[in-house]
Nanobody
């Protein structure tokens, strides 16, 4: 599975961004997808995950109510809509694929990772 994340950039606090992650190499609808982030000097952390058919979605507490994960299996793409962005959301955001199909919040559950896209939120 190859994953290509895009959509990062510089935005002011309170603004919005939508990240996209295009997948190739296996049948996209057969696996769960997740978004993680890693701020400078910190460990990679869970942000959001969605099951293979979109029926299950989980979010970390810091982003709950502000971020929305979705997927379009016809386009082999997963999205992360980020609203009401805060400076503490600044990080490199990674998409990842979990071949078990079910949404998982653990970094170690994911089999494939994209290259990351930088999101910078200015105050």
């Amino acid at each position: 599975v190859q994953l290509q994340a895009s959509g990062g950039g510089l935005v002011m606090a309170g603004g919005s961004l939508r990240l996209s992650c295009a997948a190739s190499g296996r049948t996209f609808s057969n696996y769960a997808m997740g978004w993680f982030r890693q701020a400078e000097g910190k460990e990679r952390e869970f942000v959001a995950t969605i099951s293979w058919n979109g029926g299950l979605r989980f979010y970390s507490d810091p982003v709950k109510g502000r971020f929305t994960i979705s997927r379009d299996n016809a386009k082999n793409t997963v999205y992360l809509q980020m609203n009401s962005l805060k400076p503490e959301d600044t990080a490199v955001y990674y998409c990842a694929a979990d071949l078990s199909r079910w949404a998982d919040t653990r970094v170690g559950a994911y089999d494939y990772w994209g290259q990351g896209t930088l999101v910078t939120v200015s105050s």
